[in-house]
T-cell receptor, first 110, second 118 residues
Framework: DAKTTQPTSMDCAEGRAANLPCNHS???????VYWYRQIHSQGPQYIIH???NNETNEMASLIITEDRKSSTLILPHATLRDTAVYYC???????????FGQGTTLQVKP | GAVVSQHPSWVICKSGTSVKIECRSL??????MFWYRQFPKQSLMLMAT?????????EQGVEKDKFLINHASLTLSTLTVTSAHPEDSSFYIC??????????????FGAGSRLTVL
């Protein structure tokens, strides 16, 4: 699985969009980009995933660059409950497993 | 949506005893489940892949005799920490693939089980 690089921490004002970047410059053609988040002392929660195209669901939007070397997770209107560690993972469906990096700690402030 | 249940949520045991943690997929069948452990202020570390009807595949550095994994049915995998010691105290989390988009590998995670070994 390709290695991902994320900023250690970010702050965001409540009600504003949170843009979380992820670098995955060694991603291979069959690897998806997955985003999960973990709120303190809970199991990770799935947010969104994509291969090439931008994706949007009820939680977030995922923007993947054309060369697929980086992506951005967008929480359009961050709330205090979005405070969590956000993990960007590049994974292949061949093995099925997801390898977690260190993630970004997002602090949403009032 | 897909739900993965873990039991117990937390457990305290004495050093030298064994502890079993159950992971169940409640509304789907999972031929493969994954076990992770997480120490305070650290990320999740994959321990092993649990395969229904066959032996688990362990990640490098994980002792298979220490962490026994059994995947006896399509909805249940168990992790047994044998002869637990204080350094085994950790947050153990399981996950399972619930299907979904072809080619993707969306995992659903349990809420985790916190083990404290005294």
């Amino acid at each position: 699985d390709a290695k991902t690089t994320q900023p250690t921490s970010m702050d965001c004002a409540e009600g504003r969009a949170a843009n979380l970047p992820c670098n995955h410059s060694t991603i291979s053609g069959n690897e998806y980009v997955y985003w999960y988040r973990q709120i303190h002392s809970q199991g990770p929660q799935y947010i969104i995933h994509g291969l090439k195209n931008n994706e949007t669901n009820e939680m977030a939007s995922l923007i993947i660059t054309e060369d697929r070397k980086s992506s951005t997770l967008i929480l359009p209107h961050a709330t205090l409950r979005d405070t969590a560690v956000y993990y960007c993972i590049a994974g292949s469906s061949n093995t099925g497993k997801l390898i977690f990096g260190q993630g970004t700690t997002l602090q949403v402030k009032p | 949506g897909a739900v993965v249940s873990q039991h117990p949520s937390w457990v305290i045991c004495k050093s030298g005893t064994s502890v079993k943690i159950e992971c169940r997929s409640l509304d789907f069948q999972a031929t493969t489940m994954f076990w992770y452990r997480q120490f305070p202020k650290q990320s999740l570390m994959l321990m092993a892949t649990s395969n229904e009807g066959s032996k688990a595949t362990y990640e490098q550095g994980v002792e298979k005799d220490k962490f026994l994994i059994n995947h006896a049915s399509l909805t249940l995998s168990t992790l047994t920490v044998t002869s637990a010691h204080p350094e085994d105290s950790s947050f153990y989390i399981c996950s399972a693939r619930a299907g979904g988009a072809s080619g993707a590998n969306v995992l659903t995670f349990g809420a985790g089980s916190r083990l404290t070994v005294l």
